[in-house]
T-cell receptor, first 109, second 124 residues
């Protein structure tokens, strides 16, 4: 049972915009940066968003992150078939003193 | 280019220990930490802890503390993760990842480069 909550799945058609929510509490998202990781089937995770809304170089600007209060979200605009993957939010939790991941959201295109 | 290359598949019996290695290249090893994250079959990601390659300081997750030891060998730019008293539910893919600290804004850290993963199977 994760302290971060994500929907198990979402889907969209090519070109659509989808958003993935990540809900937490004051001890994690409410007071710390949120990071997002993309995991394509059978591969290692890849950093997608860091510090809640920053994109590493090489990540398409179709991906964007935001945070408000104790929730964060990842938006994928112009959905493409290669975006089909599992997406995890993550943050430091000051109460648990652990870096926690959300349960993951499977995006189907 | 930054690369983290991990050791191979391991099969262990319950009660045994396993040591997974992670060889870094393409950057100054002692300028970053190494985190370990595991993923049980069909499950999500779980942080196990991290080690500073600069000074060897560690921070372990509560659910493995007491059974895990993370070390680094700066002469070979390699990080190691040893897990003892293995149980069947330790069966997972173990990933190493480079830790990037953020010293402004909200601070914190994230994992910007990942190893390919090492499968550890615990079975009698």
């Amino acid at each position: 049972q994760s302290v971060l909550t994500q929907p198990p799945s979402t889907s969209g058609t090519p070109g659509q915009r989808v958003t993935i929510s990540c809900s937490g509490s004051s001890s994690n998202i409410g007071s710390n940066a949120v990071n997002w990781y993309q995991q394509l089937p059978g591969t290692a995770p890849k950093l997608l968003i860091y510090s809640s809304d920053q994109r590493p170089s090489g990540v398409p600007d179709r991906f964007s992150g935001s945070k408000s209060g104790t929730s964060a979200s990842l938006a994928i605009s112009g959905l493409q078939s290669e975006d089909e993957a599992e997406y995890y939010c993550a943050a430091w939790d000051a109460s648990l003193n652990d870096y926690v991941f959300g349960p993951g959201t499977k995006v189907t295109v | 280019q930054v690369q983290l290359v991990q050791s191979g598949t391991e099969v262990k019996k319950p009660g045994a220990s396993v040591k997974v290695s992670c060889k870094a290249s393409g950057y100054t090893f002692t300028s970053y930490g190494i985190a370990w994250v595991r993923q049980a079959p069909g499950q999500g990601l779980k942080w196990m802890g991290w080690i500073s390659a600069h000074n060897g300081n560690t921070d372990y997750a509560h659910n493995v503390q007491g059974r895990v030891t993370m070390t680094t060998d700066t002469s070979t730019s390699t990080a190691h993760m040893e897990l003892r008293s293995l149980r069947p539910d330790d069966t997972a893919i173990y990933f190493c990842a480079r830790v990037y600290h953020v010293w402004f804004g909200e601070g914190g850290y994230f994992f910007d480069y990942w190893g390919q993963g090492a499968l550890v199977t615990v079975s009698s």
